[in-house]
């Protein structure tokens, strides 16, 4: 969903833009083939590339988690982020930076603590992923590159991804608020998110963790409470935290209880322009509703 939003705004920047493919050979000058499982790569077509995004990743959401699943998210992200890294190392020139995408998962559940990039990681399975995920880009960094590294919250787009899957029980009228509601929700609009990788590939002072969020995170009860209203539905049927256990495990710990209240700090700092800052415009964006009146616009 990210590199398929990606590629045409890289396009429209004038960049050329090669893409990775995996399970079948290249076809075009355009596609360059890999093999992350197998640790095999086509280095040489790699060469005179000047940036690189990572973007792989095995989905989380998927139940049940099983051992094989956990053990297959953790190993999808630091294979292909380990291949790169050593791959593009060893080119002559090497690119200048190399942009590969974490998460907010870093921080672990850390109830209503605003989470900054220099807020150390928690303890739980997604962070130790998150962890892994960083490091294992350490010898892009080791050979000189520039390595930025998105921590990126949900991503709200109605092509895909969370959001997506949400859609179907809100505009059903099943939606409601999960556990206490009180987790924080950490989010960016899909389009911001393409701005904040193309700025990472273009600012020469990015290097390091970015937390890729908005500026406004929500609770759960304030996400539930606005896609109702953007929906126009009713959001009356909470999901209580035993429920959500009992029917998940351990996965609905990690994806909708747990709380990351993060701030885009360096985002911020370096005076980033959020096109979506607010929770109610992604969503009316993201889903094709009316946009918000004059006076309530961003």
Not at 16 to 23: E, H, I, K, P
Not at 134 to 142: H, I, K, V
Not at 251 to 265: C, H, T
């Amino acid at each position: 969903m990210i590199g398929s939003a990606l590629l045409p705004h890289l396009a429209s920047q004038g960049h050329q833009t090669v893409r990775l493919v995996r399970g079948r050979p290249a076809r075009r000058d355009d596609e360059v083939e890999w093999n992350p499982h197998a640790g095999t790569i086509d280095s040489a077509k790699l060469q005179w590339i000047d940036a690189v995004v990572n973007l792989a990743g095995a989905t989380i959401a998927r139940w049940p988690w099983t051992a094989a699943h956990k053990r297959g998210v953790l190993e999808s992200r630091v294979r292909s982020t380990a291949l790169l890294s050593r791959a593009i190392a060893e080119l002559e020139p090497t690119p200048r930076v190399f942009v590969s995408v974490s998460a907010v998962g870093f921080y672990g559940d850390r109830g209503d603590e605003i989470l900054r990039e220099t807020s150390p990681p928690g303890h739980d399975f997604l962070a130790s992923v998150c962890v892994a995920w960083e490091a294992a880009a350490d010898p892009a960094r080791t050979a000189g590159i520039r390595v930025v590294t998105p921590r990126i919250g949900m991503v709200l787009s109605g092509a895909g991804g969370a959001l997506s899957a949400l859609l179907i029980p809100f505009r059903l009228g099943l939606g409601g608020v999960i556990g206490s509601g009180r987790q924080y929700m950490s989010w960016i609009a899909l389009e911001d998110l393409t701005r904040v990788i193309a700025g990472a590939i273009a600012r020469e002072e990015w290097s390091g963790p970015l937390n890729a969020v908005s500026p406004q995170p929500a609770t759960n009860a304030e996400f539930t409470k606005t896609l109702g209203r953007v929906l126009h539905r009713p959001t009356l049927l909470p999901l209580p935290k035993l429920a959500a256990r009992l029917v998940l495990g351990e996965m609905a710990d990690a994806l909708l209880l747990s709380s990351a209240r993060a701030e885009p700090a360096r985002l911020l700092a370096s005076n980033f322009q959020f096109h979506y800052p607010t929770l109610e415009g992604a969503l009316r964006s993201a889903v094709g509703a009316a946009p918000l009146p004059a006076a309530r616009r961003e």
